[in-house]
């Protein structure tokens, strides 16, 4: 069993950037696919984005390819979501998930762990 807890989200301009961590506590964090995923109120949590066990394989929505970049740090335990250029639209909760699975879902029903949540607040 693996917690999360996100880190690092906030208030920030459109064009601005944040970098969000996920903290895992538990054994064995190189055995979870890790992703993130956000939800804006009244809408269903989507999938931002997802990388393998080792972080050679990365996965982006379209929304936010080529602006935000996913790591992860397995001596340290931690996923990162690294977002630039941000805009309004980007405006939600952000979510960490983590499943032991090898091939990564980009589906939140995929997903076994979950964090509390951080709020990202982009204003215009």
């Known amino acids: 069993q693996v917690q999360l807890v996100e880190s690092g989200g906030g208030l920030v301009q459109a064009g601005g950037s944040l970098r969000l961590s996920c903290a895992a506590s538990?054994?064995?964090?190189?055995?979870?696919?890790m992703g993130w995923f956000r939800q804006a109120p009244g809408k269903e949590r989507d999938f931002v984005s997802a990388?393998?066990?080792?972080?050679?394989?990365?996965y982006y929505s379209d929304s936010v390819k080529g602006r935000f970049t996913i790591s992860r740090d397995n001596a340290k335990n931690t996923v990162y979501l690294q977002m630039k250029s941000l805009k309004p639209e980007d405006t939600a909760v952000y979510y960490c998930a983590a499943v032991v699975r090898v091939v990564v879902p980009t589906t939140p029903g995929n997903y076994d762990y979950w964090g509390q949540g951080t709020q990202v607040t982009v204003s215009s």
């Open positions: 538990g054994r064995r964090f190189s055995s979870y696919a």
């Open positions: 990388i393998s066990r080792t972080g050679s394989n990365t």
